[in-house]
C-alpha cells in the first residue's frame, strides 16, 4: 500500500472524528492532531519508500533463489550501487572489486565500515537528490 494511500486514510479518519459530536471522538481528534505526520514527513516517507523498493526488490530476487550464489548476487548488488551513485559516477561501469573490499564472501566488513558510528542521526533531508 502506497504511502499516498494510508495519507488519505489517516486524514480521513481525522476529518470523520473531528466531526463526530461524542466527546471521546473529540479527544481522539485532538490526540490524532498532536500526532498528525506532517507534510514534510509524509514526503521523506515517499522518498524513503522509492529508495527502500530497490532494496525490498533485491532481496526478494536473492530470496526466491533456493541456493543464492555468489554468481547471483555480485549482479544484484553491482545494479544497487549503479542505481545509487548519483549521475556524474555512474557510467555504467562499477569497480567489482570494490564489492569484494567492502564485504568478503565471509561477511567480514572491511577496515573503513567497521569505524562509522550507526547510533549517530542521519540527516535525511533531500536524500534522495
Not at 567497521?114 to 542521526?121: A, N, T, W
Request: glycine share 4%; proline share 4%; hydrophobic share 35%.
Amino acid at each position: 500500500m502506497s504511502s499516498f494511500k494510508i495519507k488519505g486514510f489517516i486524514k480521513g479518519l481525522f476529518n470523520y472524528l473531528e466531526l463526530q459530536p461524542d466527546s471521546d471522538s473529540q479527544k481522539d481528534a485532538k490526540r490524532l492532531r498532536r500526532i498528525m505526520i506532517t507534510d514534510n514527513k509524509w514526503a521523506l516517507i515517499l522518498d524513503l519508500t522509492e529508495i527502500l523498493s530497490r532494496f525490498a526488490d533485491a532481496t526478494d530476487y536473492l530470496e526466491g533463489s533456493k541456493y543464492c550464489t555468489y554468481s547471483s548476487i555480485n549482479p544484484t548488488i553491482i545494479e544497487l550501487m549503479k542505481w545509487i551513485r548519483p549521475a556524474s559516477y555512474n557510467n555504467n561501469s562499477i569497480d567489482t572489486n570494490m564489492i569484494d573490499r567492502t564485504i568478503d564472501a565471509f561477511g567480514k566488513v572491511s577496515e573503513p565500515a567497521e569505524k562509522e558510528k550507526i547510533d549517530m542521526p542521519v540527516e535525511t533531508h533531500n536524500l534522495l537528490n
